[in-house]
């Protein structure tokens, strides 16, 4: 298997409002390196304020990392290329399906990113619209509808369908499967996965429930205050925790106890 991504030293400070003679930084991202292949899942776990959706927000381009560099496919991505990268890494949020905008129809929400991305016409933005929600459990028919007409499981498919229609490569899921209780939420793992291997995706799962991070992911990284402080493949890590945030972790969700 060959590196789909791959981070290199990624940090991120922020300056801190003051006055000029103590003027302060703030570090939320220590240098992060690893790497991902095709068809494989990283989940990122660690307490609140660890630096995970920093790390996610700089993965996509909407955040300009300190220092470090990222690459697809051996190609350094540019800095601050959120149009260009938005094709290739993707992010679905816990609430993607509640901010979807209330008066656009499906067909004009997901019609949205390929006007701008590609060069098809007019029928063929509409084809890849059907198949694209097929593809992830809905209708063809449902392009004709407002997003009130949908459940909240159905209006997370309708982000996947968005977050998959530029076909990318890498999709980070920060949260996204948080507000969807359990039954929906192993129907969309497994919809995840059918799409991970039909068009070999790479996911990056930030996500706190670790029953979800254990089902669904190849490797972990565990982050505290802006450092990885555990990573490894998911089950080792989870069988065998060795930093003390790890086990923090596990015992708040009593996953020792159930999960031996
Ligand atoms: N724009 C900003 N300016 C200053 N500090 C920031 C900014 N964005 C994030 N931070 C700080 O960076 C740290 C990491 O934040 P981040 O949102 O990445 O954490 P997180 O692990 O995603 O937390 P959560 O699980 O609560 O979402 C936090 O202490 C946060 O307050």
């Not at 991504?5 to 939320?28: C, E, M, N, P, R």
């Not at 969309?188 to 996500?207: E, K, P």
């Not at 190849?218 to 890590?237: F, L, R, W």
Request: contains cysteine; hydrophobic residues 40%; aromatic residues 6%.
């Amino acid at each position: 298997m060959t590196t789909l991504l791959d981070v290199k030293d990624i940090s991120k400070s922020f300056k801190l409002k003051g006055y000029w003679y103590h003027k302060q930084q703030f570090t939320a991202l220590s240098p992060i390196s690893f790497t991902i292949e095709s068809k494989k899942t990283l989940a990122i776990v660690g307490e609140a304020g660890s630096g995970k959706s920093t790390l996610a927000k700089i993965l996509v381009g909407a955040e300009t990392p300190s220092s470090g560099s990222i690459y697809l496919n051996g190609q350094r991505l540019k800095e601050q290329s959120f149009k260009q990268r938005c094709q290739y890494i993707r992010m679905i949020f816990q609430d993607s399906g509640t901010t979807l905008n209330p008066s656009l129809t499906v067909e004009e929400l997901l019609d949205e990113p390929l006007k701008i991305n590609t060069q098809f016409d007019e029928a063929q933005r509409k084809q890849l619209i059907r198949t694209t929600l097929q593809k992830v459990g809905l209708l063809g028919d449902h392009m004709n509808f407002y997003p009130h007409m949908f459940s909240g499981g159905q209006k997370q498919r309708i982000s996947l369908a968005r977050a998959i229609i530029l076909q990318p490569q890498v999709i980070i899921l920060d949260e996204a499967l948080a507000s969807l209780d359990p039954s929906l939420r192993s129907q969309m793992i497994n919809l995840l996965l059918d799409l991970q291997q039909q068009m070999g995706l790479a996911y990056i799962l930030i996500s706190h429930n670790l029953g979800t991070v254990r089902h669904f992911s190849d490797d972990v990284m565990v982050m505290s205050k802006g450092k990885v402080v555990e990573a490894g493949k998911t089950i080792d890590v989870i069988k065998h925790p060795k930093h003390k945030v790890t086990k923090k972790l596990m015992m708040s969700q009593n996953f020792q106890l159930t999960h031996k």
